[in-house]
């Protein structure tokens, strides 16, 4: 049966042009199999790195088995033509002690019933300030756990983190619009919110820090009515979806009402205007940092996000 590593010697750095590991439908596939590329050392990164404007590494599953695809103790430097790290297709992917630094996007999901867990990874310096591009940008995908990563630096206008999975849990983690002075004379500041999220999947949201630092243009935390019809999608099956919904038909007081909105933020942190040079910020206005959209085509509604939105924590 197909499955098997590649093993990357510790320190070693690869110049690479793009990369795909492809399962298709004609391999013989066990299922759960595993698919790994891991750098030999996790104290000593191996790196991969492109030396022209494309991406680099592109994970394709094509076959009907459920397999888990796997990258760890790998430097990936991807340039602004291309995305850093493509998830086309597979059913599981892990990242592990992984970083990425460049591409168009660093992390990419088309739409796909996707699992994804990232685990002590940092992303960075990704986008390419169009607005349309990210550090992380997932589609309507179906599971996220991601627990001890920092994501920062997106070039502007770019997310630091944009995801309208199913679900996303995530714990423990750093995302901030830019963390140096040379980022921020770069263009590496993001300008657009920090966590941008589709409203009608759910959250977990325990432990994190949302760093938001001028240009002063948008809050820290967006949750986003937007909508995915079933139906939607040829790469997903027919009831498979969601829907923007009127914000009058939200009401969490009713137990009952299928139009709940759950998103838990608990016990985290909301920094306004803190530069790295510890002083404040003063394109920064201090207020929450957080948007709820919460119908289509009606902009914000603060007073519904106060009641739907739940603790996010402090807020300094």
């Known amino acids: 049966m197909a499955k098997g590593a590649i093993i990357i010697p510790a320190g070693l750095t690869i110049p690479a042009k793009w990369w795909t590991l492809k399962i298709s439908r004609a391999n013989p596939i066990e299922p759960g199999a595993r698919f790994i590329i891991r750098g030999a050392d996790p104290y000593r990164r191996a790196t991969l790195a492109v030396l022209t404007s494309e991406g680099l590494l592109n994970l ?138 589709g409203g009608w999947g759910s959250t977990i949201a325990i ?47 009713d137990p009952t009402n299928p139009h709940l909105f759950k998103h838990l933020f608990f016990g985290n942190e909301i920094i306004n205007g803190l530069l790295p040079n510890q002083t404040l910020d003063p394109s920064i206005t201090r207020n929450p940092g957080m948007n709820c959209q919460a119908g289509p085509k009606t902009g914000s509604k603060p007073n519904l996000a106060r009641k739907i939105c739940g603790n996010l924590g402090s807020i300094t």
């Open 60 to 197: 394709i599953n094509q076959s009907d088995t459920p397999i888990s695809m796997e990258i760890e103790n790998l430097v990936i430097k991807a340039g602004r033509g291309g995305v850093a790290l493509r998830l086309s297709g597979p059913d599981h992917v892990r990242l592990s002690n992984v970083q990425i630094d460049g591409g168009k996007n660093g992390v990419f999901a088309p739409t796909h019933p996707l699992d994804l867990e990232m685990n002590d990874c940092e992303v960075m310096h990704c986008a390419d300030g169009s607005g349309y591009t990210h550090n992380v940008y997932l589609n309507y995908t179906r599971n996220v756990k991601i627990r001890d990563c920092r994501f920062h630096s997106p070039r502007a206008q770019g997310h630091v983190f944009k995801g309208y999975a199913q679900h996303i849990d995530v714990r423990n983690s750093y995302f901030s619009h830019y963390e140096t002075e040379h980022d921020l004379r770069q263009g590496f500041y993001g300008e657009l919110p920090v966590f941008d999220r």
């Open 207 to 253: 432990g994190n820090t949302f760093v938001r630092r001028g240009p002063a243009r948008r809050v820290a935390v967006e949750i986003r009515n937007r909508g995915f019809p079933p139906g939607y999608s040829k790469y997903v099956r027919p009831d498979w979806g969601t829907r923007e919904v009127d914000y009058h038909d939200v009401d969490n007081r």
